[in-house]
């Protein structure tokens, strides 16, 4: 008998939430602390989506997408998660650059990015502060003509190098590129430049198990395994329920966290829509996927510090095509250290590069698995550079591809960091054409990442709980 995931489980829950990315994380969190009772079924054996590690032999744990986030995850946990998970947010202050253009090491802050572009890249003062208050200045009301490239075309005329140390951070860090619009720049770039990069103490298994604690402390109930295969919705466009390992289970909302076009064309269909709205839906482009090498050394081998994120670059100028390319001529080097994980003796290397879900989509398998051979050789060839003795201490090599995301995750091309902007309204418009069906995941570059997941988790939550309470008038 195959093994029963959704043993004991209700027939009916206030609220289900469709998968455990952080944003589906959070929104069950905080409406079980509100007194609903809540179903949070996860399609894979493991909560946290994106947010997620994997073990190998040798006691190897890499983290996937724990590269760093503002410092604002810092209150979102404090106060929708624990104070124990918010303690355990450190800053990462080694931060590289190294490209044709220029070699640097920044904390990522307003003051060291301002030293840098007056001191070494000969800008006025005047002219960064006022970028910077431009970009802080941002905000969802604002003009959303005006693209991140003509932004700094504005402040920075014709300096490609000012362009690359401003933006290739922000491609990596949520596949924006210089069309997109300037808004979604400034409000990523500025959450980063108030205090720095941070990351979670402990790696990502230890704060998901801990927020699994949480969730479970306030009366989620938790599953995984647990595949819904569609949301079922009345003539009049209520939410009635989820079908989830080939049961039903009846519920008064739904926040899906699966993808914004799979939520409304795979989950619910087309037909429970107006025209318009599907139309706006069908719109909405994915963004980019990822490639990835995990490098272990042996057990207690080290190398000399290398900094924490390294941006590393053959190409000149910022180039998103070349970013995306197979032909990789840009990483990100995530170098952890035996403190990211107090108590190991570990030092892991994770290298990634922004990739196209059509280069890998097509291969046949013998292609597929030589091309991961290839982006595993050429990722330490590259990495030799800042750690010479790499081959000999190097212990496991392995590489993820834009397939492995989407497998994992079940987003459409394996899309990193959800959609483009577009996605945004379609997603916040989702209640206003069902009754009850909430979205709560990366959509629209500011609502993506970590810490926009988890903000996002926390912003549908609040309108799941305005929903279901009857306003005061009713109830007197
Ligand atoms: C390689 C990489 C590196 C990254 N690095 C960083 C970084 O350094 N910093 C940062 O802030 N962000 C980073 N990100 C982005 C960040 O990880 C994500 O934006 C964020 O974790 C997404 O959270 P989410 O809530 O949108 O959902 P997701 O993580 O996308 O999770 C959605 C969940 O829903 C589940 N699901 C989908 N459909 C169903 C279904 N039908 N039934 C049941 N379950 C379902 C999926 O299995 C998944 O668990 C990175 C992402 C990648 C891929």
């Known amino acids: 008998m195959p093994r029963d995931f959704l043993k004991d489980a209700q027939d009916h829950y ?33 909560l946290g989506g994106m947010a997620t590690w994997f073990k190998r032999k040798g006691g190897h744990i890499f983290d996937i997408s724990l590269h760093g986030f503002p410092i604002g995850m810092k209150k979102s946990c404090r106060k929708y998660w624990t104070p124990e ?6 800053q990462l202050d080694g931060i590289r650059f190294e ?6 090491e920044t904390t990522f802050d307003r003051d060291s990015f301002t030293n840098i572009l007056v001191e070494q890249f000969g800008i006025s003062l005047e002219v960064v502060s006022e970028f910077f208050d431009t970009a802080r200045g941002m905000n969802f009301f604002d003009d959303q003509e005006m ?3 003509e932004l700094f075309e504005r402040f920075f005329p014709g300096r490609d190098d000012v362009v ?18 300037a808004l979604t720049y400034g409000i990523v770039f500025s959450n980063f430049m108030s205090k720095g990069v941070f990351t979670f103490e402990g790696g990502t298994d230890a704060l998901v198990g801990a927020m699994k604690d949480e969730m479970v402390s306030n009366g989620v109930d938790v599953r995984i395994r647990c595949l819904v295969e569609s949301i079922e919705v009345t003539p009049d466009r209520k939410v009635a329920a989820v079908v989830v390992n080939g049961r039903r289970i009846t519920c008064g909302a739904v926040v899906s966290n699966a993808n914004i076009k799979q939520t409304v064309f795979e989950l619910v269909g087309e037909d429970s829509f107006d025209p318009e709205f599907v139309e706006d839906a069908r719109a909405v482009r994915l963004n980019n ?26 190409h000149h100028g910022f180039d998103i095509d070349a970013m995306l390319s197979r032909e990789i001529s840009s990483r990100t080097f995530s170098f952890y250290y035996p403190r990211t994980r107090p108590g190991s003796d570990r030092h892991l290397v994770v290298s990634s590069t922004n990739a196209n879900f059509s280069d890998w989509a097509d291969l046949s398998e013998a292609d597929y698995e030589e ?13 030799e550079q800042y750690v010479p003795e790499l081959r000999e201490i190097v212990e496991h090599v392995e590489a993820s591809t834009p397939r492995t995301f989407q497998h994992y995750t079940r987003h459409l091309q394996g899309a990193s960091f959800g959609t483009k902007f577009e996605g945004l309204k379609v997603s916040q418009k989702l209640p206003e054409q069902v009754q009850g069906l909430f979205h709560a995941g990366s959509v629209g570059i500011i609502m993506s990442g970590w810490l926009g997941a988890v903000n996002y988790g926390v912003i549908v939550a609040n309108e799941v709980d305005k929903l279901m309470t009857p306003p005061a008038s009713a109830s007197a």
């Not at 998968?19 to 894979?44: D, F, K």
């Open 147 to 149: 693209t991140t490239g």
């Open 289 to 314: 996927s990822s490639c990835q090498v995990y490098i272990a050394m042996k057990p207690g081998a080290s190398f000399e510090p290398c900094g924490d994120l390294l941006f590393h670059s053959e």
């Open 371 to 383: 091309s991961k051979k290839d982006l595993c050789e050429t990722t330490l060839d590259c990495l």
């Open 99 to 104: 490209n044709p253009q220029f070699s640097l």
């Open 14 to 46: 206030d609220v289900v939430v469709i998968g455990s990315g952080l944003a589906g994380l959070t929104s069950a969190n905080v409406l079980a602390r509100a007194g609903y009772s809540v179903l949070l079924l996860e399609h894979h054996y493991q």
């Open 85 to 90: 998970i918010a303690e355990r947010i450190v």
């Open 164 to 181: 690359r140390l401003l933006m290739e951070p922000i491609t990596y860090a949520n596949g924006s590129t210089l069309e997109d619009p």
